[in-house]
């Protein structure tokens, strides 16, 4: 990490703090009143969220660094379409839920 951007460093640091953040807050509002249906579906948005955030600074770390990309789909043509609307539902949910 030390080899890197400073600034996508600390992005890339910064993610496994959201992931216990975002499972501790959808957990806890589990627990008081969400159906399981509606944490279930949280879950899966917080899932592509932190996909979504992988995608960008991978984008970022070839843009800065000159590195190719191959753009693997697994068979999902439009995965970066789906991960930022994960990634957009996630976020309301924390602001409705806030």
Partial sequence: MSKIDRELACRIAWIENDISLGSDGI???WEVY???EDAVEADANLVGYFG???LLISKLLRS????SHQRAQWGMPRIEEQLKECSENAKKF???HD
């Fill in 52 to 54: 979504y955030e992988a």
């Fill in 34 to 36: 969400l159906d399981p």
């Fill in 64 to 67: 800065k660094y000159k590195r």
């Fill in 94 to 96: 924390f602001e409705e």
């Fill in 27 to 29: 957990r806890a509002r």
